[in-house]
């Protein structure tokens, strides 16, 4: 809907537009990740301690942070997906009443997986870059997996190093019984990918105009899209 006019955002530049559009998608992923916590409010009760009771994990949240790093450049890549991220925590915090639902120990090891998401997605696209809606959907759904999986490995291994209401035994075996736990919310993610992925490619490319350069000022380079 942003492609056909020419004057409205010059390289590097986002116009009104875009930013109201950016906005509102990330608006609707903190929804997301805000609604098992709001149900609640609204009578359909979920515990959160139960991986059963609820899709966890099944967010746009993660594919958010591979799309906009196949697509932004890297700075606002990252800026963009933390805000989301911390805006999100605020508002499970908010909503709660309750801070430790919303950071706990391995807090910075899920910040740290989005940034590397984030690179996933940039590298994707630096190995295939491509402007046919249908091969950056594919490129960004490996990346999302890759992602994904790397997700899955950092955290978990930070649950099992450091606690997050659960105490696993340090060792292999429960190295082990960790990751096994967390396989249904792995399972989600990957759901997620296959979903969201190629839905945020398409709105990304109607946002950000096919032919305009957004500077990717980290890299001392112009990451073209």
Known sequence: ???GNKQHSQPGKFSLKQFLALGTIVSLIVLSKLMPYLLPKFGWEIPVDQS???LWNFSPMLPLAVVTGATLSLRRAVLLTTVTYLAGDLGIWLVTGHRDWAFFPTSPSIYLSVWLIVFVGAAGARWMDDRDLLLQ???NLISGFVGATLFFLITNFAV??????ATYPHNLG?????YT?????YRNSLY???IYVPLLTALFQMIVPTGEKIPAVELGE???I
């Open 192 to 194: 997620a990918m296959a």
């Open 160 to 165: 099992w190093a450091f606690g997050n209401g």
């Open 52 to 54: 059963w009771s609820y």
């Open 1 to 3: 809907m942003f492609r």
């Open 222 to 224: 112009t990451h073209q």
């Open 174 to 178: 429960g190295l082990s019984e960790c």
């Open 181 to 185: 736990m967390a396989v249904p919310f």
């Open 137 to 139: 959907s594919l490129r």
